[in-house]
């Protein structure tokens, strides 16, 4: 990225950097507003999703695809769920085009990292005639012969492994590879739901822990929700008790928690 692009970026991340960040009432206020054809409320409802956007376009910043793009094809997507979304919904407008933002992009960024052109450095070219030689995916072996980072080989490989078949290869009579994939993907309405889902249960979770003890929570927030978990017997160090009573006090504390979801859980079945 040259330093006058990426200067427009900084300057267009700061602009957003002033956007309030609107709350479920505010946002489905300004939806109904739009819905009734308030043009300027379906701006200000847009523009208040789009630091969201650059969020999930930074996911996809290491594909050699200028930030500035993606988070343009982001915006494209941004907008297409804008009209789709469905007031009736119990969702959030991010929620629901966090799908459409996702597929505008990967479609760009695929495209794009398709085409770029292979084997013009002499580390790319090595790395292709290994392949050739070997076919190994591997990326660390690729990265020993050819000098490149194991992480450029990484990227590298969809294009060296795609040679044989181009996704946008048709005939007359059949539509493109690429048009004939199967998509595993939820639709933009199941996504949408799931994440909703996700997002009342993060709540669930966190009123039930609020309803145990002192020591409970600190035992099920250390055991449960951190990624490297203590030991029973560091928890009793540091609660001054048994490793034994560490473990009948978390498993208390689980069966409250149970008790407490049980509801939540009933509602989402």
Request: proline share 3%; aromatic share 4%.
């Amino acid at each position: 990225m040259s330093t006058a692009d990426g200067g427009a970026l900084r300057a267009y991340r700061e602009s957003l950097s002033g956007l309030r960040t609107l709350d479920r009432e505010a946002e489905r206020e300004l939806a109904r507003r739009w819905c009734a054809g308030d043009q300027l409320a379906g701006s200000r409802l847009v523009e208040a999703c789009l630091p969201f956007v650059v969020s999930i376009a930074l996911e996809y910043r290491r594909w050699g695809v200028p930030l500035e793009d993606i988070i343009q094809q982001g915006n494209l997507g941004l907008l297409k769920a804008a009209e789709k979304f469905d007031l009736e919904r119990e969702c959030r407008l991010a929620t629901y085009a966090a799908y459409w933002i996702r597929a505008e992009i990967r479609e760009y960024v695929v495209r794009a990292f398709r085409v770029v052109r292979l084997g013009t450095t002499k580390g790319e070219r090595r790395a292709l005639r290994a392949y050739r030689r070997s076919k190994t995916t591997d990326p660390a072996a690729l990265a020993e012969i050819s000098g490149l980072s194991e992480e450029r080989v990484r990227l590298l490989l969809p294009l060296l492994a795609g040679r044989e078949v181009s996704l946008d290869a048709s005939t007359s009579d059949t539509p493109a590879a690429i048009d004939r994939l199967p998509s595993n993907e939820l639709s933009p309405e199941d996504e949408a739901s799931r994440g909703e889902i996700s997002e009342q249960a993060g709540r669930a979770v966190r009123a039930a822990v609020g309803e145990l003890d002192e020591r409970e929570q600190m035992i099920i927030k250390a055991r449960l929700m951190t990624e490297d978990p203590p030991t029973l017997q560091e928890l009793g160090n540091r609660l001054g008790v048994s490793k034994e009573r560490v473990r009948q006090l978390e498993e208390r504390a689980r069966l409250k928690l149970r008790g407490e979801l049980s509801a939540f859980a009933e509602l989402v079945a």
